[in-house]
């Protein structure tokens, strides 16, 4: 049974920091690996996808990496601004049909 | 172009009840996922339909059913609301059903009392 976790559960940093957010799986026979952003009260905006066969996926201040051997990715945020203040959540692909989800990082960035 | 829909927005029914929520997907998607989410908690996979077939269901109880539109939009039911069943049900829809990239909508409050 594919189970992920998201380490820390919460991060508070200052704006303009960089910041690594994790994610670790246990079983590393996935697919694709997708990151969301979700704000409070709301649903969830799809970041990020790295198929199977990446290494990193990279969209503006966002990198994200995949190491399957080691059952991890991260999501690294270069610049931080206070409109990153969300949780962010991790999932993998088990099978074709469905996302397994971590219980998320609630990231906050001070003015 | 829209993203995922869902209706309504909150909802608040009584232990007993039966609920029906509502998706439409992103235009030309085809495959369409419920999930259940309560509050501190990554979503849970409730059920997958792709071409009007379910393709997949979690580990849920009966009660919990879906079904899929010739138009690709989707509706999820539950019967005998619980206490428990209080949550953010999301729908997310994706081009087909193999590990494509999935886009949630907003999502549903439903609140049992």
Known sequence: KQEVTQIPAALSVPEGENLVLNCSFTDSAIYNLQWFRQDPGKGLTSLLLIQSSQREQTSG???ASLDKSSGRSTLYIAAS????????????????QKLVFGQGTRLTINP | DAGVTQSPTHLIKTR????TLRCSP????????????VLGQGPQFIFQYYEKEERGRG??????????FPNYSSELNVNALLL???????????????????????????SIL
């Open chain 2, 84 to 110: 428990g069943d209080s949550a953010l049900y999301l729908c997310a829809s994706s081009l087909r059903a193999d590990y494509q990239p999935q886009h949630f909508g907003d999502g549903t409050r439903l």
């Open chain 2, 16 to 19: 007993g009840q039966h609920v």
């Open chain 1, 61 to 63: 201040r966002l990198n």
């Open chain 2, 26 to 37: 992103i235009s030309g998607h085809k495959s369409v996922s419920w999930y259940q989410q």
């Open chain 1, 81 to 96: 601004q206070p409109g990153d203040s969300a949780t962010y959540l991790c999932a993998v692909f088990q099978g074709a």
């Open chain 2, 59 to 68: 580990n849920f109880p009966d009660r919990f059913s879906a079904r899929q």
